[in-house]
């Protein structure tokens, strides 16, 4: 079945080699597409040129259309509430990482029925406003049932799972955090290459509940011997290891990239390694922002994301995110879009998503509004949400 498109006021593309776009982000006005089976993109152009022949017909009565958003990081899979550590945070109290073991023993305690009724209703929320791709992690398990039992739960929803058992280390360990981490390494690792795609590890050293580089480095080494791709937490609560560590490997994403030095953002310029802005979590904690403009005058992919989590982002918005981006991380609404797009798609290494170009498989999102500068001219408003076709 084919589904013709139209009454596109604006379509962004994110596409910028498609013929007939307006400017770097593949904008067309007066658009139609034409859609296959799976919502695979066929054709996309000006409504005079569109082909004369599909099976059905849908008209958007002047409607902005955008790629599906791709939300590169994310921590879907956990039960409990830490809505008292936020107000706690809004009355002054620092983020130091240390909150994780509540979910944690939370998570621990619950059922497979909760945690699924739990991850699906998020994952529908986030659907709802417009993602499409979804990469899940696991992390607040930390112990070889409870995380095998998340990444099964994760791979349910989304193909973009991430072993995430190098979160921090929990309280029963503090005291043998080698036994952790030959766990983390040895068992966890080779029940997570069943599930996982990815490995991530939070590398921070201003934390003592998370892991300083050499111990981030074993954990990555024994990902990529699992067959995992990388992935880094990164430089959040200060200056640290986490991007030369991310970029050495060859890490597809180093996520957070609070705290730069002018080395990290050369580093990142030179490389294939994708920066993962979070500003959700410096707006939920009150946190400096990263200085997004610097990496993007260097030459540097960025991507944006929500990082939903219980303690530090509790958000499934990723319009919210682009609106945060625009305000606080002085992007442009172009810049911004691109990153929640093709950007988050470039840091899960997929062209399949996050543009509208023939062959594209990643959704649609449809705007009700005139333009996609409404997703953060209006923020905090819900005029976006995924285009569906057919049954």
């Known amino acids: 079945m084919t589904t013709l498109v139209t009454g596109i006021a604006e379509l962004t593309t994110c596409d910028p080699t498609h013929p007939d776009a307006e400017d770097e982000w593949g904008t067309l006005h007066d658009a139609a597409l034409v859609l ?13 040129t569109r082909p004369p022949d599909a099976d059905r017909f849908l008209d ?10 791709v939300d590169s990081h994310t921590h879907l ?18 983020y130091d990482g240390g909150g994780i073991a509540t979910t944690v023993a939370a998570t621990r305690g619950a059922s497979d029925d909760a945690l699924r009724a739990l991850l699906h209703a ?12 979804i990469e899940v992690k696991s992390g607040y398990g930390l112990d070889l049932p409870t995380e095998t ?24 360990y503090r005291s043998r955090r080698t036994d952790y981490l030959d766990l983390v390494t040895g068992p966890m690792m080779a029940a997570a290459a069943a599930y996982a795609r990815w490995v991530d590890v939070f590398c921070e050293p201003h934390s003592p509940h998370a892991f300083g580089a050499d111990e981030a480095r074993t954990i990555l080494e024994a990902g990529r ?16 290891p986490g991007v030369a560590l991310a970029v050495e490997l060859g890490a597809a994403s180093v996520d957070h990239c609070t705290h730069l030095t002018a080395a990290d953002v050369d580093a990142l310029a030179g490389s294939g390694t994708v920066a993962t802005l979070l500003p959700g979590v410096e707006f939920a904690t009150r946190s400096r922002y990263p200085d997004a403009r610097a990496l993007l005058d260097a030459g540097v992919t960025i991507a944006l994301a929500t990082d939903c989590n219980p303690g530090t982002c509790y958000t499934s918005s990723m ?10 991380l002085h992007l442009t609404p172009g810049e911004a879009l691109w990153a929640a797009t093709r950007g988050a798609a470039r840091s899960l290494h997929r062209d399949d998503i996050g543009q509208i ?15 996609q500068l409404h997703l953060s001219y209006r923020a905090g408003v819900p005029l976006s949400h995924r285009l569906t076709v057919g049954l």
């Open 36 to 48: 296959g089976d799976g919502e695979q993109v066929l054709w996309v152009g000006h409504s005079g």
């Open 60 to 69: 958007l009565g002047g409607r902005a259309v955008v790629p599906a958003f």
């Open 357 to 371: 170009a023939v062959g594209a498989r990643g959704g649609l999102t449809v705007l009700d509004a005139p333009s």
């Open 319 to 328: 319009p919210f995110v682009i609106a945060l981006a625009v305000r606080e």
């Open 149 to 172: 039992r998340l990444l099964r739960l994760a791979r349910e929803v989304t193909d973009e799972v991430t072993f995430l058992g190098a979160h921090v280390v929990p309280p029963e």
């Open 122 to 133: 998020r994952v529908a929320e986030m659907r709802s406003q417009g993602t499409g791709v």
């Open 225 to 240: 011997a699992a067959g995992l791709g990388l992935r880094v937490h990164g430089n959040q609560l200060g200056p640290g």
């Open 77 to 94: 899979v956990f039960a409990g509430d830490r809505s008292a550590e936020f107000a706690a945070r809004m009355s002054g109290t620092p």
